[in-house]
């Protein structure tokens, strides 16, 4: 098993950056596709970003392609999510996730078996 705990959220005004960092213990995080997932306010929770066990291979949800960079460091076991040119849209509580799937979409959460306790992100207009 493994345990998750983000950090990093916080109010930021639109334009803005926020880092999303996601903390590992347990069993390594190099065990694990990771992704980030996001919800807001009475909505679903969403895919934002994955990532493969060795970093090589990243996605992205398209609204967040272009501004949004997934990165991990095995050594380290956290993965990291910065966040550029923040929209009033982005606001949610952001979700790290661990799946221990080999194949298919990163994009769905029920492939993801560990979520951490979710951080705030606000961006005000």
């Known amino acids: 098993q493994v345990q998750l705990v983000e950090s990093g959220g916080g109010l930021v005004q639109a334009g803005g950056s926020l880092r999303l960092s996601c903390a590992a213990s347990?069993?390594?995080?190099?065990?694990?596709?990771m992704g980030w997932f996001r919800q807001a306010p009475g909505e679903a929770r969403d895919f934002v970003a994955g990532?493969?066990?060795?970093?090589?291979?990243?996605y992205y949800a398209d609204s967040v392609r272009g501004r949004f960079t997934i990165s991990r460091d095995n050594a380290k076991n956290t993965v990291d999510l910065q966040m550029n040119s923040l929209k009033p849209e982005d606001t949610a509580v952001y979700y790290c996730?661990?799946?221990?799937?080999?194949?298919?979409?990163?994009?769905?959460?029920?492939?993801?078996?560990?979520w951490g306790q979710g951080t705030q992100v606000t961006v005000s207009s």
């Open positions: 347990g069993r390594t995080s190099s065990s694990y596709r």
């Open positions: 996730a661990a799946s221990e799937t080999v194949l298919g979409t990163y994009t769905l959460e029920g492939r993801y078996s560990y």
């Open positions: 990532i493969s066990r060795s970093g090589r291979d990243t």
